[in-house]
């Protein structure tokens, strides 16, 4: 009759697979703490294979795989580790929510904090060529991020948010710089008719 996974326990780290864990269950039961302790080495060298480390910190990689060597083990691996056995209570609880700079105050979130502070740098430039040539850029953006929650964007929408989130700073006659029309592409029409035939 086959097994299936469905009906074998559940893993814990799904990513190291069942071989794996097969192996930390094993090591659990040797009974030789030497031993146990070297079934416990040979495990975290099959870890590293599986997953190399492709970071330049080699000693967090490391502790990395033998905490996650405990974390299979349910906390019971009791062996000669060169890090202290990571512990349940590290996992409880959740983090601190990360604080997201300027997205309380934004005007307009379809534009983003980076379009907002490269308007900002525009607006304290002093009138010329590479002012007006930033200002056209970031338009043209604009007008790609706008048109994406609106396909009948117009420029004149365009300049009057630019206008708002400058402060009055940058001010754009009608007409003066047209933008690129960023429409959404038509899908590809299929061609009917009869397949060729093969000679």
């Known amino acids: 009759m086959l097994t299936y996974t469905n009906h074998l326990k559940k893993l814990t780290l799904p990513e190291y697979g069942r071989n794996i864990q097969n192996m930390v269950d094993h090591c659990l039961t040797i009974?030789?703490?030497?031993?146990?302790?070297?079934?416990?080495?040979?495990?975290?060298?099959?870890?590293?294979?599986?997953?190399?480390?492709?970071?330049?910190?080699?000693?967090?990689?490391?502790?990395?795989?033998?905490?996650?060597?405990?974390?299979?083990?349910?906390?019971?691996?009791?062996?000669?580790?060169?890090?202290?056995?990571?512990q349940p209570d590290a996992f409880e609880g959740r983090p601190d929510p990360l604080p997201i700079p300027g997205r309380s105050n934004m005007a307009f979130r379809h534009y983003g904090t980076m379009t907002e502070g490269l308007i900002g740098k525009a607006a304290e430039m002093s009138e010329g060529p590479e002012r007006t040539e930033l200002v056209y850029l970031i338009a043209c953006q604009m007008k790609k991020q706008r048109c994406a929650i609106d396909r009948e964007t117009d420029d004149e929408r365009i300049f009057n948010d630019l206008h708002y989130l400058s402060k009055g700073v940058i001010n754009v006659p009608r007409g003066a710089m047209p933008l690129p029309d960023y429409k959404a592409m038509a899908a590809p029409q299929q061609t009917a008719g009869k397949k060729k035939k093969r000679k």
């Open 31 to 86: 009974e030789d703490r030497a031993e146990r302790t070297a079934c416990a080495q040979t495990i975290v060298r099959a870890m590293m294979a599986l997953f190399p480390n492709n970071t330049s910190d080699r000693e967090a990689y490391r502790r990395k795989l033998w905490d996650h060597l405990y974390i299979m083990s349910d906390y019971k691996l009791d062996v000669d580790a060169p890090f202290a056995p990571v």
